[in-house]
């Protein structure tokens, strides 16, 4: 399966604290995509890095990608309660069809407030 | 910005009718667009790839002739479950691929749609 992994599964922490996801994938990337959904609802976009990045910013997310490692790393800094979702990473995979995605497992965060 | 929308966002059906999901891009065309499957808890699956004017391309172990996908249109892509069964309780979400001049492309996924056959 090209199927991307998150770890941890679950995720607990308070308010104001940094949560760290990680996923690993299995075979060359154009990219990989970060996305939030909450309970029973849609994905959100989050952050896209693409292959020849190691780092990207947006607000408090900070995405790592290390292609020899095949593994790319969500940093949510100083976290609220209303961070609390499912946390996703995707990657599109090199050769694949245009624009199909390779959704990991996903992690559960949740901030307690 | 460029939205997908999928309708309904719920629905409830009795065993061995159909119902169908639509997805519909908003402002662009879309010429390919994908339908996941999503079990509680769990990721998104793929089920199937959508291009206008051609046949799905079907994920191994999806039954074609059950989940019916039709994109006659570039911003229309739809999802019919046949004969449906409750194992077939689930959240469907489509997505659909922008192609922008000069910017490659750009995926938007609808706010899916949750079926309960009963």
């Known amino acids: 399966s090209q199927q991307g992994e998150e770890d941890p599964q679950a995720l607990s922490i308070q308010e104001g604290e940094n949560a760290t996801m990680n996923c690993s994938y299995k075979?060359?990337?154009?990219?990989l995509q970060w996305y939030r959904q909450n309970s029973g609802r849609g994905l959100v976009h989050l952050i896209l890095i693409r292959s020849n990045e190691r780092e990207k910013h947006s607000g408090r997310l900070r995405v790592t990608l290390d292609t020899s490692k095949k593994s790319s790393s969500l940093l949510i800094t100083a976290s609220r309660a209303a961070d609390t979702a499912s946390y996703f990473c995707?990657?599109?995979?090199?050769?694949?069809?245009?624009?199909?995605?390779?959704f990991g497992r996903g992690t559960q965060l949740t901030v307690w407030p | 910005g460029a939205v997908v929308s999928q309708h309904p966002s719920w629905v409830i059906c009795k065993s061995g009718t159909s119902v169908k999901i639509e997805c519909r891009s908003l402002?662009?065309?879309?010429?390919?667009m994908f339908w996941y499957r999503q079990f509680p808890k769990q990721s998104l699956m793929l089920m199937a790839t959508?291009?206008?004017?051609?046949?799905?391309?079907?994920e191994q172990g999806v039954e074609k002739d059950k989940f019916l996908i039709n994109h006659a249109s570039l911003t229309l892509s739809t999802l019919t479950v046949t004969s449906a069964h409750p194992e077939d309780s689930s959240f469907y979400i489509c997505s659909a691929r922008y192609r922008r001049q000069g910017s490659g492309n750009t995926i938007y996924f609808g706010e899916g749609s949750w079926l309960t056959v009963v």
């Open positions: 402002d662009f065309q879309a010429t390919t």
């Open positions: 995707a990657t599109d995979v090199r050769g694949s069809t245009l624009g199909r995605l390779y």
């Open positions: 075979t060359s990337i154009n990219n």
């Open positions: 959508s291009n206008e004017g051609s046949k799905a391309t079907y």
